[in-house]
């Protein structure tokens, strides 16, 4: 995995990129109770606003952590937004979306240097 300074993860799956928020930001987050997900095939460009998050607490926008096409959307979130809180790393992603060069990933994050970052 790889992590964003924003608090996003990154995993690579075969050609795609899956995308989602870390533990920490779940929890800072709070109750999550609403997820807006980007629509399938969009381009992005990296930082482009793409998931809006309310929780209990705040409204917050997540933005692209790339350049790239979203090919696929957790519809899941939309019927059960805690998801996110109940597995931020694994059930709860956002999206998965193609990228022209992964080698972009090599300038990430680590997870040692992530914990190392919210310290």
Same mark, same amino acid.
């Not at 790889?2 to 800072?28: M, N, P, Y």
């Not at 997870?111 to 919210?118: D, F, R, V």
């Given at each position: 995995m !790889?992590?964003?300074?924003?608090?996003e993860?990154?995993? /690579? $799956?075969?050609?795609?990129?899956? /995308? =989602?928020?870390? %533990?920490?930001?779940?929890?800072?987050? =709070?109750? &999550?109770?609403? /997820? $807006?997900?980007?629509? $399938? =095939?969009?381009?992005?460009?990296?930082?482009?606003?793409?998931?809006?998050i309310?929780?209990?607490?705040?409204?917050?926008?997540? *933005?692209?952590?790339?350049?790239? %096409? &979203? /090919? $696929?959307?957790?519809?899941? *979130?939309?019927?059960?937004?805690?998801?996110?809180?109940?597995?931020?790393? =694994?059930?709860?992603? #956002? #999206? !998965?979306?193609k &990228?022209?060069?992964?080698?972009?990933?090599?300038?990430?994050?680590?997870?040692?240097?992530? !914990? !190392?970052? &919210?310290?």
């Amino acid at each position: 995995m !790889k992590f964003t300074e924003e608090h996003e993860w990154l995993r /690579v $799956e075969g050609d795609v990129v899956v /995308v =989602g928020i870390t %533990e920490h930001a779940s929890e800072q987050l =709070g109750d &999550i109770v609403f /997820v $807006e997900l980007p629509e $399938e =095939g969009m381009t992005v460009s990296k930082d482009d606003e793409v998931v809006v998050i309310e929780s209990v607490k705040a409204a917050s926008d997540i *933005l692209a952590p790339l350049d790239g %096409e &979203i /090919v $696929e959307v957790n519809d899941v *979130l939309a019927d059960n937004p805690a998801m996110v809180n109940d597995d931020p790393t =694994g059930d709860g992603w #956002f #999206f !998965k979306m193609k &990228i022209e060069d992964m080698s972009v990933l090599d300038d990430m994050m680590d997870e040692a240097a992530y !914990k !190392k970052y &919210i310290g």
